[in-house]
């Protein structure tokens, strides 16, 4: 899959939630590998802040983001539509320290970007793919986020209150497609005796009847519901039982626990790269989300690749003597077994490395290891796999080193060990030349890695 960015700019207006600002956002394409950046166009030089979660400097009531002095809060709804939509790029460029609230969902944003299009990229999608269960949890709340390996993507959200009228909720979101019709229209919501204490913390400011569901579930006397109305500059009510006070209803029975999945989708969006993995989140709130994207941000900054996924159970994409067909090489130089993933920009392949080997004889014979020159080989091999795979009559043409750059060799490779070769174009073939850049893995670790030029070259 590739990278994706908006097809055309939009604008959105509306009144922030915490300061009542009204605020202006507008959404750009970006080049690939962007990401997503906020840009501050009401302050000089117009400052910008990337959505990451090493970034995240506030989780009360929202997720702030913040770089120095210059901060953006309230940017999860904004975040989740992007990211639900598969965009992985584009700059937001606002006149104030926080995103409007619109109508307390995403819905509007989903609108908007349904409106002008996606444009797709030439760059590859760098999927951060989950290999084993990690987990983070806050022994204070109860709160816990868990993730799974799983081949796509999905999220379920379960809430828990000590409240008559928001008891336990549950929520999930088996594909991203689904995201605009079972999710997007979730609202915010407070409950009516939190308002004092958010006001008093200078919170809510812009919240209204129109942009949050509010709970009433505890009785509070006349004078101090009064007493809130006019601080929010409501007319004043008359609440004679618990409920939902808002003049809309709910969109659903459990519109809050949607709101909540939201709210972690939106979070997940700033660890950098789109997740294959089952994310499970109990009582999740900004504080715990944020929490677990670090978690995944601190491994995705350190690891510069993942290994490719590999399944000894499954067929392989191209078999030894496919490669055969397509290769010259022969025993004892034939250094790659099969393939197990292959398009036209990137080709895993997979060498069983066995103490049986020819080289192993004289390299050493104390201390067998493979030789760091061969480890190169079996990657040029996979490129040639790559290249040679969608000609017409493979068998024809022979690719060639011209130049070997940025070798490194890492750790040693052994008998018994499994060799993944991921090897990808890193620019289109042009006049018969194929740049790559290639990885060695054993493992979850690199062992090797080079920066490779070969001409393709038909054979006479």
Not at 17 to 36: D, M, Q, R, V, W
Not at 185 to 206: M, P
């Amino acid at each position: 899959m590739n990278q994706q960015t908006l097809n055309a700019p939009f604008t959105v207006e509306g009144k922030g939630l915490h300061s009542g600002l009204e605020i202006k956002a507008t959404f750009l394409p970006a080049p690939e590998n962007t990401g997503y950046i906020f840009r501050r166009i009401d302050l000089e030089g117009n400052p910008e802040i990337k959505a990451l979660a090493e970034n995240v400097v506030d989780t009360t009531r929202g997720t702030v983001i913040g770089n120095g002095d210059v901060k953006v809060s309230t940017i999860e709804h904004s975040m989740a539509a992007l990211y639900a939509a598969g965009i992985d790029n584009c700059i937001i460029e606002l006149n104030a320290p926080e995103m409007p609230i619109l109508d307390g969902s995403a819905i509007i944003y989903v609108e908007n970007i349904r409106k002008v299009g996606i444009k797709e990229q030439e760059a590859d999608k760098d999927f951060y793919i989950i290999k084993q269960k990690q987990s983070v949890k806050d022994e204070e709340t109860g709160s816990v986020i868990t993730v799974y390996p799983d081949d796509n993507f999905s999220v379920q959200a379960m809430v828990e209150y000590n409240s008559p009228i928001l008891p336990n909720q549950f929520a999930t979101l088996d594909e991203l497609s689904d995201f605009p019709t079972e999710i997007a229209s979730a609202r915010t919501f407070v409950f009516v005796r939190e308002i004092e204490a958010l006001l008093d913390y200078g919170l809510i400011k812009g919240g209204d009847l129109d942009n949050a569901i509010v709970i009433y579930d505890k009785e509070v006397d006349q004078e101090r519901i009064d007493h809130i109305c006019d601080i929010v500059g409501v007319p004043h009510m008359q609440l004679d039982k618990l409920g939902y006070i808002n003049p809309k209803p709910l969109k659903w029975d459990n519109e809050p626990a949607r709101h909540k999945l939201m709210d972690v989708l939106g979070d997940l969006a700033l660890i950098g790269r789109p997740l294959k993995g089952r994310v499970v989140a109990v009582r999740p709130g900004h504080t715990i989300n944020s929490k677990f994207t670090r978690m995944l941000r601190k491994e995705v900054r350190h690891m510069e690749i993942q290994s490719p996924v590999y399944d000894p159970n499954l067929a392989p994409v191209i078999d030894v003597n496919g490669i055969r067909s397509m290769l010259p090489h022969r025993y004892p130089f034939l250094l790659i077994d099969k393939v197990i993933e292959i398009d036209r920009k990137h080709c895993v392949a997979v060498k069983n490395v066995t103490v049986n080997e020819p080289f192993f004889v004289g390299h050493f014979p104390q201390e067998p290891v493979m030789p760091g020159v061969l480890q190169v080989e079996a990657m040029a091999q996979a490129a040639g796999v790559l290249v040679l795979n969608f000609l017409e009559e493979p068998e024809r043409y022979s690719t060639y080193f011209l130049k070997i750059d940025n070798v490194k060799f890492r750790q040693k490779v052994v008998p018994g060990n499994t060799l993944l070769l991921n090897v990808a174009l890193t620019t289109p073939i042009r006049r018969g030349c194929a740049i790559v850049k290639g990885y060695a893995f054993v493992g979850e670790k690199i062992v090797c890695e080079a920066e490779f030029m070969a001409q393709i070259i038909k054979n006479k």
